[in-house]
């Protein structure tokens, strides 16, 4: 059984590129939720998805940041118009459904690095 | 909203003595306490986890404790090794049930 898978692992752009980041949750898990993480620092909730649903964005950046959960895929979190200030490690994590106070499972994160 | 408090941000010890990592939260509906260990260029794993209708819970060299009342939990690890040097992240889980707020982690350096 697969855990979190997140790609890329390793991401490098220039400013005012896009960035796009991947991350398939655990088989049956249908709650996906993105993390930030800046160097040196603790983990940041950004958005809580489930299946073609946004539950909780209110840890977005209202520009240049937005996420999707399809029916089919991967959850996508994208990045338009980079900034140095963009440059973190952005973890996924997941959890199955009907998931009341129980524990997130973490992919190994996409490290984001703006030039 | 939540708010976790963690200290202290770095504990070095040395192999074979105990680490105590302390964390404060702010909603006293919470009743799911969380702790993570993040390697070096890794995601956060799981090591232990509490809810609130316990006070301890133990796993081989690692106990948390919560006070409800004081709104604060500790991660307790005896007998260090080496390979207990990591990052450790409490978390709390909001009233909703659907987010966790984590602390700002503490860097655990235990010498050989």
């Known amino acids: 059984n697969a855990g979190v898978m997140q790609n890329p692992r390793h991401l490098v752009r220039r400013r005012g590129q896009e960035a796009r980041l991947r991350c398939s949750p655990m088989?049956?898990?249908?709650?996906v939720y993105w993390y930030r993480q800046l160097p040196e620092e603790g983990l940041k909730f950004m958005v809580y998805?489930?299946?073609?649903?946004?539950?909780?964005e209110s840890g977005m950046p209202k520009e240049r940041f937005s996420a999707e959960f399809p029916k089919e895929g991967p959850s996508i979190l994208r990045i338009q118009q980079v900034v140095r200030g963009d440059s973190a490690a952005y973890f996924c994590?997941?959890?199955?459904?009907?998931?009341?106070?129980?524990?997130?499972?973490f992919g190994e994160g996409s490290r984001l690095t703006v030039l | 909203g939540e708010n976790v408090e963690q200290h202290p941000s770095t504990l070095s010890v040395q192999e074979g003595d105990s680490a105590v990592i302390k964390c404060t939260y702010s909603?006293?509906?919470?009743?799911?306490f969380p702790w993570y260990k993040q390697e070096l260029g890794k995601g956060p794993q799981l090591i232990i986890d509490?809810?609130?209708?316990?006070g301890e819970k133990k796993d081989q060299r690692i106990a948390v404790t919560l006070n409800k009342t004081a709104k604060h939990f500790s991660l307790h690890i005896t007998e260090t090794q080496p390979e207990d040097s990591a990052v450790y992240f409490c978390?709390?889980?909001?009233?909703?049930?659907?987010?966790?707020?984590f602390g700002g982690g503490t860097r655990l350096m235990v010498k050989p």
């Open positions: 994590a997941s959890s199955p459904p009907a998931n009341r106070g129980g524990e997130l499972f």
């Open positions: 088989k049956g898990h249908s709650h």
């Open positions: 998805l489930q299946k073609e649903n946004i539950i909780d």
């Open positions: 909603d006293s509906a919470s009743n799911y």
């Open positions: 509490i809810r609130s209708n316990v």
């Open positions: 978390a709390a889980l909001n009233n909703a049930g659907n987010m966790l707020t």
